[in-house]
């Protein structure tokens, strides 16, 4: 698992940090078939949330747009450390994201860091 430091992505860089993610997610399912998302919320904030959405809803389309079959490849995604305001965060972001995916969600409680 790769972990970054902390740092604010600018709205200028999303389409770049959108073909990145599906230029790894490509890979992955060349390599293996099918990939699988981890997301690690500590950390996060109501304002980071806020501030990707856009960068979720750009994810979310081109994922759409393509004809790579990318969330069909895509195994799970577990969110871990969900901060105390998960249900908020997400009632932002379903209006964003296709159906289909939530599904596929799983959270996990006070995960392992």
């Not at 690690?40 to 501030?51: D, H, M, P, Y």
């Not at 969900?82 to 932002?92: A, E, T």
């Amino acid at each position: 698992m790769m972990c970054f430091p902390k740092s604010i992505a600018h709205p200028d860089y999303y389409i770049n940090m959108a073909d990145y993610l599906f230029m790894i997610s490509g890979n992955l399912i060349e390599t293996f078939g099918s990939y699988r998302i981890v997301i690690n919320c500590n950390g996060v904030t109501i304002s980071a949330i806020e501030r990707y959405k856009e960068l979720v809803s750009l994810v979310s389309k081109k994922g759409l747009e393509n004809d790579k079959g990318l969330l069909k490849k895509l195994n799970i995604i577990h969110i871990c450390n969900p901060p105390s305001f998960v249900d908020h965060g997400l009632k932002i972001l379903i209006p964003l994201i296709d159906n289909n995916l939530w599904t596929k969600i799983s959270i996990m409680q006070d995960a392992k860091k």
